[in-house]
């Protein structure tokens, strides 16, 4: 299985979106580890969790919050609470 893109990880994103307002939700809470979990190659040696939690910032809109975050800012417990509806990005 080849390593996640950027391009990977903003489409699930879009997906997990795109459900979440279907289901009429008002918010949905993603956790970067459960993320990258989806798209493979983690955990694991080559994983690409920095590259997940870039896109994760990347999506977020004004009224989104940081819920949890690791000391470094990146990792598997970076948790964003995004809030619907959203602009598109």
Do not use: W
């Not at 040696?45 to 004004?62: E, I, L």
């Amino acid at each position: 299985m080849a390593k996640p893109s950027a391009a990977d990880f903003e489409n699930e994103l879009k997906e997990i979106f795109a459900f979440a307002e279907a289901k009429k939700l008002l918010s949905v809470t993603i956790k970067a580890g459960n993320l990258h979990h989806l798209l493979g190659d983690y955990p694991g040696p080559s994983h690409r969790m920095p590259v997940c939690c870039k896109v994760m910032r990347a999506a977020m809109q004004r009224n989104d919050k940081v819920i949890a975050e690791p000391p470094k800012g990146a990792g598997a417990n970076l948790d964003i609470q995004y809030f619907f509806p959203r602009q598109k990005f």
